[in-house]
């Protein structure tokens, strides 16, 4: 009886550290998929930041009140913000990941530093949610979601 326990027990941790070998490798490609993202955006390469976009995925953005849906109306979007800017750089605050089961999700705070054709630069503080699926081994973004972080008045 004991014996059976101890194979149990040992069967159990081995399991253990597998399964945690494997979320530990989801997790790092979750990260460099997102790095790969925002890095795209940053070097306004259009076709890398559409590459790990779903073609139904959902848009909430600081730029528009309403979601922008599908990675055509994305594209569009995205196309858009290229061409309002010279110049735009996001970069993620201490941003977090967590998987859960084939869903990835990364969060966090941002800086978003732009540059309006002929304007002034600017400065903007958000947030942002991006919410992945794991489909053939990749993760795609599913969702993203960003708004702006502004003082509370009165």
Not at 20 to 37: H, I, P, R
Not at 62 to 91: H, N, T
């Amino acid at each position: 009886m004991i014996h059976r326990r101890a194979v149990l027990v040992l069967a159990m941790m081995l399991f253990s550290c597998v399964s945690s070998v494997a979320y530990g490798q989801d997790l790092a490609a979750l990260k460099a998929s997102f790095n790969t993202e925002i890095d795209a955006l940053n070097r306004r390469d259009l076709n890398a930041t559409l590459a790990p976009v779903h073609d139904k995925m959902v848009l909430f953005g600081i730029f528009s009140p309403f979601p922008i849906e599908g990675k055509e109306g994305f594209q569009q979007a995205v196309q858009e913000y290229f061409d309002d800017y010279e110049r735009a750089i996001f970069r993620p605050i201490d941003p977090e990941f967590k998987i859960i089961g084939t869903t990835g999700v990364a969060w966090g705070n941002f800086r978003i530093a732009v540059k309006l054709k002929n304007g002034p630069a600017k400065y903007f503080d958000g947030r942002y949610l991006f919410t992945y699926a794991q489909s053939d081994g990749k993760w795609v973004i599913i969702s993203m979601h960003y708004s702006l972080l502004q003082p509370l008045v009165g």
